[in-house]
């Protein structure tokens, strides 16, 4: 028996806000844009070559969801992007005025910042020892 993870919701306040930053920010893939209803479509972004897990990107339809928008992991750092090219990436989010929070830095397990996405999550960019 194999089993995987495939993707990840990511609540947003709107879907086409969300693929614009996700593609042209991040340089991730729009993968899948299904219109489900006149309110709900079904999106999926990924990094460029990536096929083990997607992100869903999932529009908040009340005020619940709403407010986890930016939060869902209560503040602290809740996705982790690797590469194995740090700089050009570093290069990117800052030429696209990401805000960084924390880094870069040298950690024994490979250079690492935290970044803030435009909704507020907080990410990991990490290259991993080895990867340059």
């Known amino acids: ?75 602290r750092v809740f996705l982790f992007l690797y590469t194995d090219n740090f700089e050009e990436q570093y290069e990117n989010l800052t030429k696209h005025d990401v805000k960084i929070i924390r880094g870069p830095i040298e950690e024994p397990y490979g250079k690492v910042l935290v970044f803030e996405d435009k909704f507020g999550n907080l990410w990991d960019l990490i290259e991993p020892v080895g990867q340059n």
């Open 1 to 75: 028996m194999s089993v995987s993870l495939n993707q990840i919701a990511l609540v947003v306040a709107d879907y086409d806000e969300a693929i614009q930053y996700y593609t042209n920010v991040l340089d991730f893939e729009l993968l899948e844009d299904t219109a489900l209803s006149e309110s709900k479509r079904w999106v999926t972004v990924s990094p460029k070559g990536e096929n083990s897990c997607r992100l869903l990107l999932a529009k908040a339809s009340n005020e619940e969801q709403s407010k986890v928008i930016g939060s869902q992991a209560g503040g």
